[in-house]
């Protein structure tokens, strides 16, 4: 009995120890828990402040901005620039008529006034989206020790304005330019180097294709290399219908705006001394004299195909002209017989 008894108490000392050691891993779990919960409060705390405080410094970055320029593109008296091409420098002129540009040294080159005046107005108004103001930082570090873009403009009143543009800033945001007069350096827009990366061919003049309709056009004469001319008129049914042919209509207007070069002297080099192809279109067109009279009078147009480009497109210049240009393959098919 008492050997019972005593097991009783055996078990009774061994449950009661047993949950005392189950509270106290209750108590340390519940500790640790806390902890590791407050830990994780205090990163994501830690986090949310940290983005917060970058998204101000973007927020500041992007409103805050440095004024580099500030001009207008009458106050330009010329603008230079030097990029992976070439050199190219233009200069206002004053004359009866008007101001008006040319390039210097090739006073015969033919401006496209509009591109250049794109050019000058990505410069009248330049505002910088960021400053760097380490002292000391060697240029290679921007991409500004040996700069592939440079420029200078001149104004009118005698005022100097030279820079140079280096790497790409992080993230896109722009490019790094250097005011070279002051030394700053900022970050400015990627439209800015776009327009001084334009090439020669890109500042030339195209010409004006002479245009017409169908309806006043009387011959298509389509000649290919080696082979018998293809002559195509209107036909005139009984009725009076006048059906046309469908080279009329691709005839009406020639359309090849990218210029390959503007002052051709060797024509071989592009296969237009013979070329190709040839598409001579035979048009009226109505003239009125001095006393108001108006007569018809005979017009010609010629488009003349030569060799393949690299990109399997055509060289082709209209009316014997020194400009060669390239016309898409697309749009010389039209004229090659199938």
Same mark, same amino acid.
Request: charge should be negative; glycine fraction near 6%.
């Given at each position: 009995?008492?050997? #019972?008894?005593? &097991?009783?108490?055996?078990?009774? #000392?061994?449950? %009661?120890?047993?949950?005392?050691?189950?509270?106290?891993?209750?108590?340390?779990?519940?500790?640790?828990?806390?902890?590791?919960?407050?830990?994780?409060?205090? &990163?994501? @705390?830690?986090?949310?402040?940290?983005?917060?405080?970058?998204?101000?410094?973007?927020?500041?970055?992007?409103?805050?901005?440095?004024?580099?320029?500030?001009?207008?593109?009458?106050?330009?008296?010329?603008?230079?620039?030097?990029?992976?091409?070439?050199?190219?420098? !233009?200069? @206002?002129? +004053?004359?009866?008529?008007?101001?008006?540009?040319?390039? +210097?040294?090739? /006073? $015969?080159?033919?401006?496209?006034?509009?591109?250049?005046?794109?050019?000058?107005?990505?410069?009248?108004?330049?505002?910088?989206?960021?400053?760097?103001?380490?002292?000391?930082?060697?240029?290679?570090?921007?991409?500004?020790? /040996?700069?592939?873009?440079?420029?200078?403009?001149?104004?009118?009143?005698?005022?100097?304005?030279?820079?140079?543009?280096?790497?790409?800033?992080?993230?896109?945001?722009?490019?790094?330019?250097?005011?070279?007069?002051?030394?700053?350096?900022?970050?400015?827009?990627?439209?800015?180097?776009?327009?001084?990366?334009?090439?020669?061919?890109?500042?030339? %003049?195209?010409?004006?294709?002479?245009?017409?309709?169908?309806?006043?056009?009387?011959?298509?004469?389509?000649?290919? &290399?080696?082979?018998?001319?293809?002559?195509?008129?209107?036909?005139?049914? /009984?009725?009076?219908?006048?059906?046309?042919?469908?080279? !009329?209509? $691709?005839? +009406? @207007?020639?359309?090849?705006?990218?210029?390959? +070069?503007?002052?051709?002297? $060797?024509?071989?080099?592009?296969?237009?001394?013979?070329?190709?192809?040839?598409?001579?279109?035979?048009?009226?067109?109505?003239?009125? $004299?001095?006393?108001?009279?108006?007569?018809?009078?005979? #017009?010609?147009?010629?488009?003349?195909?030569?060799?393949?480009?690299?990109?399997?497109?055509?060289?082709?210049?209209?009316?014997?002209?020194?400009?060669?240009?390239?016309?898409?393959?697309?749009?010389?098919?039209?004229?090659?017989?199938?």
């Amino acid at each position: 009995m008492e050997a #019972r008894e005593e &097991r009783i108490k055996r078990l009774k #000392r061994l449950k %009661q120890k047993r949950m005392i050691t189950v509270l106290v891993l209750l108590v340390l779990l519940i500790g640790l828990g806390g902890g590791y919960y407050a830990a994780v409060q205090y &990163r994501e @705390k830690k986090a949310r402040e940290e983005a917060q405080r970058k998204e101000e410094e973007e927020n500041a970055a992007k409103t805050e901005e440095f004024i580099i320029t500030e001009f207008s593109f009458n106050d330009v008296a010329a603008i230079e620039y030097t990029n992976g091409e070439g050199t190219y420098c !233009f200069v @206002k002129t +004053e004359s009866d008529t008007g101001n008006s540009w040319v390039r +210097e040294g090739k /006073e $015969d080159f033919p401006i496209k006034l509009s591109k250049l005046q794109t050019i000058i107005l990505s410069l009248c108004k330049l505002n910088g989206t960021a400053k760097i103001s380490e002292a000391g930082e060697p240029l290679s570090n921007y991409g500004l020790a /040996e700069p592939v873009i440079s420029g200078k403009v001149t104004l009118q009143d005698g005022t100097v304005w030279q820079f140079s543009l280096g790497d790409e800033a992080p993230y896109s945001s722009g490019y790094y330019l250097l005011e070279k007069e002051t030394g700053d350096i900022y970050v400015v827009a990627s439209s800015v180097r776009t327009q001084l990366s334009t090439t020669e061919m890109k500042l030339v %003049q195209e010409e004006t294709f002479p245009q017409t309709t169908q309806e006043k056009m009387t011959e298509v004469r389509v000649e290919l &290399r080696g082979e018998d001319a293809l002559s195509y008129v209107p036909q005139t049914a /009984e009725d009076g219908t006048v059906t046309y042919p469908s080279i !009329f209509a $691709d005839c +009406e @207007k020639f359309i090849a705006t990218t210029i390959q +070069e503007y002052n051709c002297t $060797d024509f071989s080099e592009y296969g237009l001394e013979e070329p190709y192809l040839t598409v001579t279109v035979y048009y009226t067109e109505n003239v009125t $004299d001095q006393d108001g009279n108006t007569t018809k009078e005979n #017009r010609t147009v010629t488009l003349e195909l030569g060799d393949l480009t690299v990109s399997n497109n055509y060289y082709a210049r209209v009316n014997g002209s020194p400009y060669v240009y390239i016309m898409t393959a697309a749009h010389a098919q039209k004229y090659i017989p199938q």
